[in-house]
T-cell receptor, first 112, second 115 residues
Framework: TQLLEQSPQFLSIQEGENLTVYCNSS?????LQWYRQEPGEGPVLLVT?????EVKKLKRLTFQFGDARKDSSLHITAAQPGDTGLYLC????????????FGPGTRLSVLP | KAGVTQTPRYLIKTRGQQVTLSCSPI?????VSWYQQTPGQGLQFLFE???????NKGNFPGRFSGRQFSNSRSEMNVSTLELGDSALYLC??????????????FGPGTRLTVL
């Protein structure tokens, strides 16, 4: 069974600080997705990483897929209050019916 | 393209009742998955439908059921509601083309409160 762990579980920082959250597994994933979810809403897909060692940037967010495709990180530069939310990583889903697996999430609070 | 839509957005029921939730996937997406999200348990997989067939199922009791129609729209039903069924129910759709990786896109969810 594939499992995803995320750390830290909670993170509270001041506006303007940098942060990194992690998504780890003992299993190899063909791809990993990162989502951000706000209270009472559905998760919104931020990025999908596919290739080992891949780095993708989305404005102030930088996503990296580990070389062995077992882990991923999300780095936010100069965090803003609008970055507040639950960050979820997911992986495992493919076009042949394999289920997606979700991590427990990192709850980020950026204080003004 | 329009995103995934879910109806209703909010629902209040009492114990013992049943409820039906609806999900319309992104046009062209053939796979629909349902998840239950609670503060204590996180995102829990309920089931996935593809081409009107249940392809995968999570570890939930038989009170939770679903179906998918020929237009890929999906419904899930919960019978004999319990207090612990109070949660955000999320629907996600994916394209499921040939080969490669897959991505899920979520709807806004249905907040179910059981009193």
């Amino acid at each position: 069974t594939q499992l995803l762990e995320q750390s830290p579980q909670f993170l509270s920082i001041q506006e303007g600080e940098n942060l990194t959250v992690y998504c780890n597994s003992s299993s190899v994933f063909s791809s990993l997705q990162w989502y951000r979810q706000e209270p009472g809403e559905g998760p919104v897909l931020l990025v999908t990483v596919v290739t080992g060692g891949e780095v993708k940037k989305l404005k102030r967010l930088t996503f990296q897929f580990g070389d062995a495709r077992k882990d991923s990180s999300l780095h936010i530069t100069a965090a803003q209050p609008g970055d507040t939310g639950l960050y979820l990583c997911a992986g495992g889903g493919d076009n042949y019916g394999q289920n997606f697996v979700f991590g427990p999430g990192t709850r980020l609070s950026v204080l003004p | 393209k329009a995103g995934v839509t879910q109806t209703p957005r909010y629902l209040i029921k009492t114990r013992g009742q049943q409820v039906t939730l609806s999900c319309s996937p992104i046009s062209g997406h053939r796979s629909v998955s349902w998840y239950q999200q609670t503060p204590g348990q996180g995102l829990q997989f309920l089931f996935e439908y593809f081409s009107e067939t249940q392809r995968n199922k999570g570890n939930f009791p038989g009170r939770f059921s679903g179906r998918q129609f020929s237009n890929s729209r999906s419904e899930m039903n919960v019978s004999t509601l319990e207090l612990g069924d109070s949660a955000l129910y999320l629907c996600a759709s994916s394209f499921n083309g040939a080969g490669g990786y897959n991505e899920q896109f979520f709807g806004p969810g249905t907040r179910l409160t059981v009193l």
